[in-house]
Each structure stands twice: as structure tokens, then as C-alpha cells.
């Protein structure tokens, strides 16, 4: 269930690309939730919008900001987080659209030095909110925040509950004997949240106990899925009860998607110690062909409409603090208050050298 439940963040897949039907122009300078950026004018045209490949906003929201602007929006798809930024920066001479959304914490850094963004500082309200979760270093405005969430292990309550073993909560406890052969964890070399999960171990842990720590995890049985699909709903437990592992590598925002039908609460839980906040930014492309329209998405990524529907179709949380979160995510998806504490710069300047010192250690 991608976008409806968890995220997944699949390797790359064949390049993807929908074209959504525009309606009519209307002309106005204001953008969308009376957002009024330097993006004015933009009226007709098309503005291709690159994202990772779990995009995804509520039927009726796209086709909201082309009836408001008269522009025609064409989505290009060219796989998960890295392989987005990996495009950015190949196609940087001739790029693949206007607008790029869903370039996160792992990555924010590469696409600033690459040169592949243009500077721009919405004027839409919820901008405030997401200028407090800008990129460090980041002062020309290349990046905007729309996102962001944990990536944290979740366990599956009622398989521990029954077996009367108590749940894990830190890091450290998962090299523990009573939890051997009960993780599974995604490649952080094919997964966004793998990456998450291999920096916050990195951020925790160090040079060189971070390695000693996952010979640890190797030692007592974790295994390692591709993707986060594989992992959440072929090898955990908590997903139908069918997989054999009750800890796996998700969202703290994961646990409300997991409430049975006529329950009142969710079968699992985001253990908070073991989290790192991954946040997504959107820029405008150096060398688009449609700044401006590039812009006026930009600012409607911000407005109401589309923050209010990030918790349902994206599952990360909204940066604007204007709009209600659902009330199940208020109960059971609470972000963690000390999430692995790394500078996006850290991760640049070592995220090859995570990767590849984490795959001699796992997969030999």
C-alpha cells in the first residue's frame, strides 16, 4: 500500500511518466491559498514536476492548481530518493523537468554542491514553518522543506505480547539473545529508510564501533530486504501476521496504518530511541524551462490543500503547523524527541564510505 499506509522507497525502477489533464487558465497573480511568490504570470504552459517514485497527493489536488493557474502539470518518476538525485545531477545540462520534489536529508547536500537548483524564497504562509527545517549551510534558498518523519523500527505488539518476551527500545538491545532472528532491516544501498537507519547507527555509534555494531546485528540474525515492501509486508509480522520477523525497519508515522477494522488501537509501534528525521525538500531545477511555473508549484506544495493531505497520502508529517494532523497520528504516531542527531554535510562527506564499510560487514 504505497502512499495509503507506510512509504515504501524502492530502488529505481523504469522511468515513469504521467501527464496530468489541465483545465482553464484563471490568469491571477496569487498563488494557491493566497501563497505570492516572484512565480507570477505564469499562466498556461506546462511545468514538469521530477519526484521519487512515492509521490503521491489525494485525486483532485494537482488538478486543483491547474484549474487555479491554467498550467498543465507532467510528473517524471525516476526512481527512489537516491535515484532522483542521481538523475538531477546526470541530467544537469539538459534537465528532466522544473521542479524536483522528494530530495531528502541523505542527499540535500549533494544536490546543493552538484549546482542543480536555482534559488527561490516563497512568500506562501506555510513557508515560516519550513524555514525551520532548512539545510544547514543552505542560505541562498535552494531547498525548501514540504516534509518530514522518522524513519524508526517498529515492532508488532501482539507476537511479543503472546510470547511474553518484552519488547526491544534501544539499539543496543537488538544484539541481544532474546532477539535473535527477529529483525529485518533494508539495504541502505537500494532503500531510502536503510540509509536513515545506517547513518542514525553511524550518528549513535561512530568510527569505527558503528561497524562493530552491525557485525553485532549479523552475529544475531538480522536480515536485510531490498526495499521496504519486502521487508513491511513480507517479513514482518505486524503487516498481516503472516512474516516471521516482529521488528522491521519503517516510519513512526507506520503503527496507525495497522489498527484492525472495529479496533480502536494498532497492532504495532515505532520504538522512538532507535529514529533518525528524514526531511524532504523540493527546488526549482537550474535550466528549467518554466521557472516561474516551477515556483507557483512550489508554493502550492506549501498551501493548505496540499500540507493537509501529506499525513493520508504521503505519511510524513506536514511543515505547516496551520493544518490538523489526523487524529489517529495525534495517538499512535508521535515523532521521536531525540532523533540521531548528524549534519546533512556528515552525511556527504561519508555516505559511500557508510555504504560501503556497511556491505563488507553484512553481505560479505
Known sequence: MA???PRTRLAAGALTVLALAGCSAIGAD???DGATGDATGASG?????VTHDSFALSDGILAQFEEETGLTVKQVAPGDGGALVNQLVLTKENPLGDLAYGIDTTFASRAIDEGVLLPYTSQAPAAVDAAQHAVPGDDEGLLTAVDF????????????AERGVPEPVTLDDLTKPEYKDLLVVTNPATSSPGLSFLVATAAQYGEPRWKEYWGELVANGVKVAEGWSDAYYTDFSGADGKGPRPIVLSYASSPPSTVPEGADEPTTGALLETCMRQVE???VLAGAENVEG??????FLLSDAVQADIPGSMYMYPVSSAVDLPEEWEKWAPLATDPAPIHPKDIEANRETWIAGWTDVVIG
Do not use: E, I, K
Open 149 to 160: 518523519g522518522d524513519v524508526c523500527l517498529n515492532v508488532d505488539h501482539a507476537w511479543f
Open 30 to 32: 496569487d498563488g494557491p
Open 45 to 49: 504552459g506546462t511545468v514538469t514536476l
Open 294 to 299: 516551477a515556483q507557483r508549484l512550489l508554493d
Open 3 to 5: 502512499r495509503t499506509t
Open 281 to 283: 525538500y523540493a527546488g
